[in-house]
């Protein structure tokens, strides 16, 4: 069983509509939760981080966490053609952060 | 401006030839990581280190090596017995200290190819 699983999509969405990735983790004592977003050929740039269980909201983003499940999701809202990417689920369970394979939204205008 | 630098940003090894990364930081962070990327894959931890002249094993170590002589530098060298090393190289640093897990910043990569 893969560390941190993802669905590899791609997923895809209408310009202005909500886009939903989701992320499972295996490892119970992580203890932080990131999600990056990589546009193809760059290196990963760092979008939401959330500890605590519940909803974190940082403008068009939310992260949601679930530690009884072991869910992590992230919302993108009024979604653009510029977030056509791969996202990135990491979780850091102490020792490095641990990357799940990657969600590829595409936007479709 | 604080960040990562990685060069060079495109490389080719022969058969054989050991290659070295180059990563620098000025960002005064504590800890430093070397991850691979394949195509449509995630990224896998070679090597990182949490302190100057410490450094530990990640998930796929083996054909690779590092230093951290300096907190600015940690250098990676692909060696000959790094059977398949056509890749996409990041590095990355962030503070070591749980109270300020907020990720890390990453390099600009380096893409080695085999040739």
């Known amino acids: 069983q893969k560390e941190v699983e993802q669905n590899s999509g791609p997923l895809s969405v209408p310009e202005g509509a909500i886009a939903s990735l989701n992320c499972t983790y295996s490892d119970r004592g992580s203890q932080s939760f990131f999600w990056y977003r990589q546009y193809s050929g760059k290196s990963p740039e760092l979008i939401m981080f959330i500890y605590s269980n519940g909803d974190k909201e940082d403008g068009r983003f939310t992260a949601q966490l679930n530690k009884a499940s072991q869910y992590v999701s992230l919302l993108i809202r009024d979604s653009q053609p510029s977030d056509s990417a791969t996202y990135l689920c990491?979780?850091?369970?102490?020792?490095?952060?641990?990357f799940g394979s990657g969600t590829r939204l595409q936007v479709q205008p | 401006d604080g960040g990562i630098t990685q060069s060079p940003k495109y490389l080719f090894r022969k058969e054989g030839q050991n290659v070295t990364l180059s990563c620098e930081q000025n960002l005064n962070h504590d800890a430093m990581y070397w991850y691979r990327q394949d195509p449509g894959q995630g990224l896998r931890l070679i090597y990182y280190?949490?302190?100057?002249?410490?450094?530990q094993k990640g998930d796929i170590a083996e054909g690779y090596s590092v230093s951290r002589e300096k907190k600015e530098s940690f250098p990676l060298t692909v060696t000959s017995a790094q059977k398949n090393p056509t890749a996409f190289y990041l590095c990355?640093?962030?503070?070591?200290?749980?109270?300020?897990?907020?990720?890390?910043?990453f390099g600009s990569g380096t893409r080695l190819t085999v040739v």
């Open positions: 990355a640093s962030s503070h070591h200290d749980a109270r300020e897990d907020y990720g890390y910043t």
């Open positions: 280190s949490q302190i100057v002249n410490d450094f």
């Open positions: 990491a979780v850091n369970a102490g020792r490095a952060l641990t």
